[in-house]
């Protein structure tokens, strides 16, 4: 590895293999994160659309399914 990384120094310039490496850092754990995100969403949509469809039937909008 090329030396000691500062990001605090204005002359610093990372090699490419450094900016790979502090990316991967940053970005682990984005895809849990957003896999997480998006079964909450799709549960969360699931379930005012259950919601919504028990309040139809209930009106007499929808009858039976």
């Known amino acids: 590895m090329a030396g000691e990384i500062n990001l605090m120094d204005?002359?610093?310039e990372p090699t490419d293999e450094q900016l790979i490496g502090?990316?991967?850092?940053?970005?682990?754990?984005?895809g849990a994160e957003h896999d997480a995100a998006?079964?909450?969403l799709r549960e969360k949509i699931r379930a005012t659309g259950a919601q919504v469809l028990a309040?139809?039937?209930?009106r007499g909008?929808?009858?039976g399914t």
Do not use: I, Q, T
């Open 10 to 12: 204005p002359e610093f």
């Open 22 to 30: 502090l990316s991967k850092r940053a970005f682990a754990g984005v």
């Open 38 to 40: 998006l079964a909450h």
């Open 55 to 58: 309040e139809l039937r209930a």
């Open 61 to 63: 909008v929808l009858k």
